[in-house]
């Protein structure tokens, strides 16, 4: 009789993933991709981008199995890896930024611009992408704590526990990450 993997908790996949079990993988995808996915694109506003950091999310978590605790939710572990990944892309993002903004004028046309033409979007999603440009200018701590709060609906001591701050924490970023993000979408500076 075969063993259902939808039925293990988190810690017994990884039990099965340590006895060489390779099922165990796609059930562990299975259930966390597309909330990865989501905190991801929160994060980094691209869906391209997205699915490569998601998959490297995976791939170091699934690398570094051993060191899961298998009495806490597999789901703040893998997206604690996954904030990592979104931090270390923020990282690479603005290097690159610093240097193409170095690239002498005559060479500046070749540099893609981020923002959407306004007249090609629809009214929607102009306003999506309006909101993206928000979030994207607020401090990555009070972003994460409004992705986490407002798109993934962690609760606040899971944001807490994955953020490794204490729930007061969260609060008072997520207090400050509305208030600056409604400054900044109704033009002011925040």
Not at 87 to 109: E, G, I, K, Q, T
Not at 143 to 169: F, I, N, Y
Request: proline share 3%; charged share 30%.
């Amino acid at each position: 009789m075969s063993l259902d993997l939808s039925q293990c908790s988190d810690g017994e996949l990884a039990a099965l993933a340590d006895a060489g079990r390779q099922d165990v993988y796609r059930e562990f995808l299975a259930r966390y991709k597309v909330p990865v996915f989501r905190l991801i694109r929160g994060h980094v506003g691209d869906a391209d981008e997205a699915m490569d950091l998601t998959q490297e999310s995976f791939v170091a978590g699934f690398a570094a199995l051993s060191r899961y605790d298998r009495e806490r939710p597999f789901r703040l572990w893998i997206s604690r890896i996954a904030l990592n990944k979104c931090r270390d892309w923020a990282r690479r993002r603005a290097v690159r930024a610093f240097f193409a903004r170095a690239l002498p004028l005559d060479s500046a046309h070749d540099v893609a611009i981020d923002a959407p033409a306004p007249d090609v979007e629809a009214e929607n999603r102009a306003e999506l992408a309006r909101v993206r440009v928000a979030m994207a200018a607020l401090p990555h701590n009070l972003r994460e704590v409004l992705v986490l709060r407002g798109v993934e609906d962690l609760s606040q001591a899971e944001t807490a526990a994955l953020l490794q701050v204490s729930e007061k924490t969260v609060e008072t970023r997520l207090y400050r990450a509305r208030g600056r993000l409604r400054a900044l979408l109704e033009g002011g500076e925040g």
